[in-house]
């Protein structure tokens, strides 16, 4: 497609409820990122998969989430047990290249998660 | 840890001035400063900077980087009201494990008013 595209938009779910959230890149873009984007913050970087490979999970919060990609294109984040403090927008961004290669980030639109 | 500064955090002006926003930051394995802009939605790319004293410009907006004072700093010029948004500095850095993730500031909020 000619962005990357996030869905839903805006996910509303009861404490202690699952979520999954999709993102779909730029076709062809090797790389994929996950961020977390807290009201009035910069984004914060969950996790990175190059292809179908999950390279960095070194920003997941805790064990409740979990994300995949497992043909390399589309990914999911998914979210166990949904706690208040994890309402916020989830953005997805994909890369290019897998390597460095003065290639920017672009992102999606973002998923506005609310945890009641 | 990394760590991205950014101000400052709001600022508001009248359509035609100049605005300058900053960015300091202190990360280890450097590779690339960005600037994004956020209105409602996607962070959308503004400029990528790697090396020091090149001005990036285009149209009204313009950006340069000084690797060794760690910062970099955003122009506006002639603002417009559809300037207003949030901005948002990133650093690019080499994580250990190959993801060159981007680490932001609390970004800089710009109202321009007509």
């Known amino acids: 497609g000619a962005g990357v595209s996030q869905s839903p938009r805006y996910k509303v779910a009861k404490r202690g409820q699952d979520v999954a959230l999709r993102c779909d890149p730029i076709?062809?873009?090797?790389?994929l990122f996950w961020y977390q984007q807290a009201l009035g913050q910069g984004p914060e970087f969950l996790t990175y998969f190059q292809n179908e490979a999950q390279l960095d999970k070194s920003g997941l919060p805790s064990d409740r989430f979990f994300a995949e990609r497992p043909e390399g294109s589309v990914s999911t984040l998914k979210i166990q047990r949904t706690q208040q403090e994890d309402s916020a927008v989830y953005l997805c961004?994909?890369?290019?290249?897998?390597?460095?290669?003065?290639?920017?980030?672009?992102f999606g639109d973002g998923t506005r998660l609310s945890i009641l | 840890e990394d760590k991205v500064v950014q101000s400052p955090l709001s600022l508001v002006v009248h359509e035609g001035d100049t605005v300058t926003l900053n960015c300091s930051y202190e990360?280890?394995?450097?590779?690339?400063l960005l600037w994004y802009k956020q209105e409602k939605k996607a962070p959308t790319f503004l400029f990528m900077l790697t090396s020091s004293g090149i001005e990036k410009k285009s149209g009204r907006l313009s950006s340069i980087l000084d690797k060794k004072e760690l910062f970099s700093i955003l122009n506006i010029t002639a603002t417009q009201t559809g300037d207003s948004a949030v901005y948002l500095c990133?650093?690019?850095?080499?994580?250990?494990?190959?993801?060159?993730?981007?680490?932001f500031g609390k970004g800089t909020k710009l109202s321009v008013i007509p």
């Open positions: 990133a650093v690019e850095a080499n994580s250990g494990a190959g993801s060159y993730q981007l680490t």
């Open positions: 076709s062809g873009h090797v790389s």
């Open positions: 990360v280890t394995n450097f590779r690339s």
């Open positions: 961004a994909s890369r290019q290249t897998g390597e460095y290669s003065n290639q920017p980030q672009h």
